[in-house]
């Protein structure tokens, strides 16, 4: 029995992977990765990777009037524009960011869909916290892509930082038979995607205080995604047994 589906009791299949340099591909990763748990023929898996530098636009955004300067804006900065199936606003990631897509089988997915935005939202900030990073669950004011169970960061003493700055973005897709929780943790170098996020979300006429956008390193100087991911694995095997594969 797991903190997240309290209805099944098997292991965790743990991926981590590298990025392919492609960011659609990458993508569509998960989502085959959500089909081939639906269809049983890959167990609950935690794929863990560091993306390319990418703008993941969400389906919202395409029709908006300013979404094809925004795709220009993340083009002469760097960032590859995707379209993602799950979640809400553009998010934006490169290689000091970890990209965690949980997949997991359930009879019925969507009865569980708040609850695991909820508890997973938590265990994410928890292991954020065990690096002394003061991390809470719940939207700040002004954030990129807003939702109630955001992770972000309070700065501490002697902090760079003066804001709240948002740290892990969360989405789901669900589908008959199978869930897919998919996360973005901004560990390292916040100043890429705060730039980027900036135009972008200027470039579509929507709000965004680009002080919410930060990096745990902003607030636990020289933390990593290497020691991130181990905080995070320490945290999920609390919680559930974990394979590595």
């Given at each position: 029995m797991s903190l997240w589906n309290p209805d099944a009791d098997h292991a965790l299949h743990v991926r981590v992977e590298e990025s392919s340099g492609d960011a659609e591909a990458d993508l569509m990763a998960g989502v085959a990765l959500l089909n081939a748990v639906r269809e049983g023929s890959l167990p609950a898996t935690l794929r863990i990777y560091r993306p390319n530098p990418?703008?993941?636009f969400g389906q919202r955004d395409v029709r908006l009037e300013g979404y094809a300067r925004a795709v220009a804006e993340s083009l002469e900065q760097g960032f590859a524009p995707?379209?993602?199936?799950?979640?809400?606003?553009?998010?934006?990631?490169?290689?000091?960011?970890?990209?965690?897509?949980?997949?997991?089988?359930?009879?019925?997915?969507?009865?569980?869909?708040?609850?695991?935005?909820?508890?997973?939202g938590q265990l994410y900030a928890d292991a954020l916290r065990a690096s002394g990073i003061d991390a809470?669950?719940?939207e700040i004011p002004g954030e990129y892509c807003a939702g109630d169970y955001s992770v972000h960061g309070i700065p501490g003493v002697g902090s760079m930082a003066r804001n709240?700055?948002?740290?892990?973005?969360t989405a789901q897709r669900v589908v008959s038979g199978a869930w897919l929780f998919s996360s973005v943790f901004v560990i390292e170098d916040s100043?890429?995607?705060?730039?980027?996020?900036?135009?972008?979300?200027?470039?579509?006429?929507?709000?965004?205080?680009p002080a919410t956008v930060g990096?745990?390193?902003?607030?636990?100087?020289?933390?990593?995604?290497?020691?991130f991911t181990k905080d995070l694995l320490a945290e999920y095997g609390r919680h559930a047994d974990l394979v590595e594969t």
């Open positions: 990418t703008v993941a995707v379209v993602r199936k799950a979640g809400g606003r553009a998010a934006a990631y490169h290689s000091g960011t970890v990209i965690v897509d949980h997949v997991e089988p359930a009879v019925e997915a969507m009865m569980g869909h708040q609850h695991r935005f909820k508890v997973l809470r669950v719940g709240p700055v948002k740290l892990v973005g100043a890429p995607i705060r730039a980027v996020l900036d135009s972008v979300y200027r470039a579509m006429g929507i709000e965004m205080d990096a745990a390193d902003d607030l636990l100087p020289g933390y990593t995604t290497e020691a």
